[in-house]
Each structure stands twice: as structure tokens, then as C-alpha cells.
Nanobody
């Protein structure tokens, strides 16, 4: 069984920072593509960042220079460092892999709320 559990969200003022974590079981992050997604109230889910097995990282334009994705293979975890947060970053954040996304399998997520 594959389980992905997110943590690290919370309430922060505009300009603040948060570090999100995603811990996996039943799947090895180092040999799988891993992505962070977010969904704002009343909006569609958005792809935020993707880390490929060979190390390439891509970001949506709106977070470039502010967010940094990373991986710790020893802990089988991925992270999203979020700096200079803006209210538009508010949403439920999830980590996931292509195989689970294809089957609409999402974990609990972690809520990020940025106030102005």
C-alpha cells in the first residue's frame, strides 16, 4: 500500500514562510517523479512544483524565486520551502506521484492560509 502524508501547513501573514513535508511509505521517492499541488477555495487544483528522479525541478511561474522543492532519500521525504508568502498562495497543499494521480488517489493534504 502506498501512503503519502503531508504536514507543515498553518496560518501565516503575508511575507512569512512555511516548510511543508511529505513522507511516503510503499513507494520510493528517489526513483519516482514527485509533485506538489495546491487548490484554493473555489478554484481548480494547480501543479506547483515537480521533482524528477534525476534531479530536475520545475515550478509554476507564480512561485519561482519564492518556493524551493527538495528531497531527502534517507528519510524518503520531499519538502517545499515557501518564502515570501502571498495571500494568493492560500490553499490545500498535496504531494503526489503520476501513478496515484492517474487513479485520483490523494492523501489528507495540509492547509496553508496566508493573511494580509
Amino acid at each position: 500500500q502506498v501512503h503519502l502524508v503531508e504536514s507543515g501547513g498553518g496560518l501565516v501573514q503575508s511575507g512569512g514562510s512555511l516548510r511543508l513535508s511529505c513522507v511516503a511509505s510503499g513507494l520510493i521517492f528517489s526513483v519516482n517523479t514527485v509533485s506538489w499541488y495546491r487548490q484554493a477555495p473555489g478554484a481548480q487544483r494547480e501543479l506547483v512544483a515537480t521533482l524528477a528522479p534525476y534531479g530536475e525541478i520545475t515550478y509554476v511561474d507564480s512561485v519561482k524565486g519564492r518556493f524551493t522543492m527538495s528531497r531527502d532519500n534517507a528519510k524518503n521525504s520531499v519538502y517545499l520551502q515557501m518564502n515570501n508568502l502571498h495571500p494568493s498562495d492560500t490553499g490545500m497543499y498535496h504531494c503526489n506521484t503520476p501513478g496515484l494521480v492517474a487513479y485520483h488517489d490523494w492523501g489528507p493534504g495540509t492547509q496553508v492560509t496566508v493573511s494580509s
